[in-house]
């Protein structure tokens, strides 16, 4: 069993910045890829950025030159630097992971997710 968990939501106004962490644990062998995600009321969970399993980070294009995705390998945890913020970044925030447990076992991991509101 493979559990991550977020934190550092908030509310913030229009131009603050936040940071969120991500912490996974339990039975881990490998982190192949690592992203964060988010969904607003009434639309489709998105990509925001990750760390690919190809070694690259993604972002989207809405949040280019905003936000910044990092990790601590050593520790299993990733954060995103969130700054420049905007009300339509307003949504949950959710973590995700996959890779494989110690018994080799692939897993795929989704967080309980974190609230992001940015007032206007």
């Known amino acids: 069993q493979v559990q991550v968990v977020e934190s550092g939501g908030g509310l913030v106004q229009t131009g603050g910045s936040l940071r969120l962490s991500c912490a996974a644990s339990g039975s881990i062998f490998s982190i192949n890829a690592m992203g964060w995600y988010r969904q607003a009321p009434g639309k489709q969970r998105e990509l925001v950025a990750a760390f690919t399993s190809g070694g690259t980070t993604d972002y989207a294009d809405s949040v280019k030159g905003r936000f910044t995705i990092s990790r601590d390998k050593a520790q299993n945890t990733m954060y995103l630097q969130m700054n420049s913020l905007k009300p339509e970044d307003t949504a949950v925030y959710y973590c995700?992971?996959?890779?494989?447990?110690?018994?080799?076992?692939?897993?795929?991991?989704w967080g309980q997710g974190t609230q992001v509101t940015v007032s206007s």
């Open positions: 995700n992971a996959r890779g494989l447990t110690r018994s080799r076992y692939e897993y795929h991991a």
